[in-house]
């Protein structure tokens, strides 16, 4: 095996300038992009922060004791993500999904649920307000994340075998917490509670049975997916991906399954049901299936960058616009002139050029903009 080589690269790169555009008309259509996709899912991290530093996401030998955090006046307030989020919704979101880092670090992240969760839809329609977290928090909030008004969470888990699962979060964090966190979310009624396994070939593939097996009849949707080429910081190699067509192999190996349609449109996974009724399992195949098609999702960074793929360069600086005096109808035109000149399908691209972006810029890390 190749010794694994971190580049040592700007984790985040210059924002791109956006003008604050001429005082547009009240009402503006909801926008599409260069390839008919419209805009309807928004993931907002709301931290840089973790405390698992997986290999695959946050290695230590980068984001080490000085690793550089954003300082706090950079992050967008939450009366600023509240604010930026109003326009989206009002040019076609309809679900948003609060990431990190681990959200679950920013302090007070209840009071920025309550605030989306008041949010409605031109026809007057509460939205699809989910979280995705490590797990490791979860036992303690999740009672305050729902009274708060989040409607689910996803919970990242990459094994069940302790000693796996904290070789892999690489801070010896235990599994049994996750699992309790797990517990009390459904408790709470966060759900259905999604749970992601992100699969790396010799690392901890052999988890696949055991975690369909635990999960089998929980209620929980079980996630594969395949590790992926985000970022530089992860020492991707394609070796190491698990293709989910072999995953899925794997499963018929014990358990007969078939194919469901998908719950909506531009959804990541692919989803298939225990022939037995046991529930259902999913499989994300970011590296092998690419499904840059359909892709309706936007990335609002912690301090304020709109990103238009996971793989981009790249974002565009909303924050100045937010902060510099723009009206919430410039911010609003701003966004969809954006999403109109969008025409990103890295994954599609993949095979045809080099892992970075073929302009000489390093793709953002995947701590930085949220998976």
Same mark, same amino acid.
């Given at each position: 095996?190749?010794?694994? @080589?971190?580049?040592?690269?700007?984790?985040?790169?210059?924002?791109?300038?956006?003008?604050?555009?001429?005082?547009?008309?009240?009402?503006?259509?909801?926008? %599409?992009?260069?390839?008919?996709?419209?805009?309807?899912?928004?993931?907002?991290?709301?931290?840089?922060?973790?405390?698992?530093?997986?290999?695959?996401?946050?290695?230590?030998?980068?984001?080490?004791?000085?690793?550089?955090?954003?300082?706090? $006046?950079?992050?967008?307030?939450?009366?600023?993500?509240?604010?930026?989020?109003?326009?989206?919704?009002?040019?076609?979101?309809?679900?948003?999904?609060?990431?990190?880092?681990?959200?679950?670090?920013?302090?007070?992240?209840?009071?920025?649920?309550?605030?989306?969760?008041?949010?409605?839809?031109?026809?007057?329609?509460?939205?699809?307000?989910?979280?995705?977290?490590?797990?490791? =928090?979860?036992?303690?909030?999740?009672?305050?994340?729902?009274?708060? #008004?989040?409607?689910? @969470?996803?919970?990242?888990?990459?094994?069940?075998?302790?000693?796996?699962?904290?070789?892999?979060?690489?801070?010896?964090?235990?599994?049994?917490?996750?699992?309790?966190?797990?517990?009390?979310?459904?408790?709470?009624?966060?759900?259905?509670?999604?749970?992601?396994?992100?699969?790396?070939?010799?690392?901890?593939?052999?988890?696949?049975?055991?975690? $369909?097996?635990?999960?089998?009849?929980? #209620?929980?949707?079980?996630?594969?997916?395949?590790?992926?080429?985000?970022?530089? %910081?992860?020492?991707?190699?394609?070796?190491?991906?698990?293709?989910?067509?072999?995953?899925?192999?794997?499963?018929?190996?014990?358990?007969?399954?078939?194919?469901?349609?998908?719950?909506?449109?531009?959804?990541? $996974?692919?989803?298939?049901?225990?022939?037995?009724?046991?529930?259902?399992?999913?499989?994300?195949?970011?590296?092998?299936?690419?499904?840059?098609?359909?892709?309706?999702?936007?990335?609002?960074?912690?301090?304020?960058?709109?990103?238009?793929?996971?793989?981009?360069?790249?974002?565009?600086?909303?924050?100045?616009? =937010?902060?510099?005096?723009?009206?919430?109808?410039?911010?609003?035109?701003?966004?969809?002139?954006?999403?109109?000149?969008?025409?990103?399908?890295?994954?599609?691209?993949?095979?045809?050029?080099?892992?970075?972006?073929?302009?000489?810029?390093?793709? @953002?890390?995947?701590?930085?903009?949220?998976?």
């Amino acid at each position: 095996m190749s010794e694994r @080589v971190i580049p040592l690269v700007a984790q985040r790169p210059p924002a791109l300038t956006v003008p604050v555009p001429a005082q547009p008309a009240a009402d503006i259509l909801p926008p %599409t992009d260069t390839l008919g996709r419209p805009l309807r899912d928004l993931r907002i991290s709301v931290t840089d922060r973790c405390n698992f530093r997986c290999s695959y996401c946050m290695p230590k030998e980068v984001f080490d004791k000085d690793y550089p955090y954003l300082p706090h $006046a950079d992050l967008l307030s939450f009366e600023e993500i509240t604010r930026a989020a109003r326009q989206f919704v009002a040019l076609g979101v309809r679900k948003i999904r609060l990431t990190g880092g681990e959200p679950l670090l920013r302090k007070n992240i209840e009071v920025l649920i309550e605030q989306l969760a008041k949010l409605r839809t031109p026809d007057g329609q509460p939205l699809d307000l989910t979280l995705t977290t490590n797990g490791s =928090l979860l036992a303690r909030k999740a009672r305050a994340l729902k009274a708060a #008004g989040l409607d689910r @969470v996803t919970v990242s888990l990459d094994g069940l075998d302790d000693a796996v699962f904290r070789r892999m979060n690489d801070v010896d964090f235990p599994v049994d917490q996750v699992l309790e966190g797990l517990q009390e979310a459904q408790a709470a009624g966060l759900g259905p509670i999604k749970v992601n396994m992100v699969v790396k070939r010799g690392t901890n593939d052999h988890e696949i049975l055991a975690m $369909a097996r635990h999960f089998r009849g929980s #209620g929980h949707v079980l996630r594969f997916i395949e590790y992926m080429d985000v970022g530089a %910081t992860n020492g991707w190699r394609m070796d190491e991906v698990l293709p989910s067509a072999e995953v899925i192999q794997r499963l018929q190996t014990q358990w007969p399954l078939r194919p469901l349609e998908a719950s909506a449109p531009g959804e990541t $996974a692919q989803r298939w049901a225990y022939a037995d009724g046991a529930g259902e399992v999913g499989v994300i195949s970011s590296v092998t299936q690419a499904f840059c098609g359909d892709c309706n999702r936007a990335r609002l960074s912690t301090e304020g960058r709109l990103f238009l793929c996971l793989f981009a360069s790249q974002g565009h600086d909303l924050r100045a616009l =937010l902060r510099g005096g723009a009206s919430d109808a410039q911010v609003a035109a701003a966004i969809a002139g954006i999403w109109q000149g969008r025409s990103d399908r890295y994954s599609q691209l993949r095979g045809a050029r080099a892992p970075d972006t073929g302009d000489g810029r390093h793709r @953002v890390e995947m701590s930085y903009i949220g998976g």
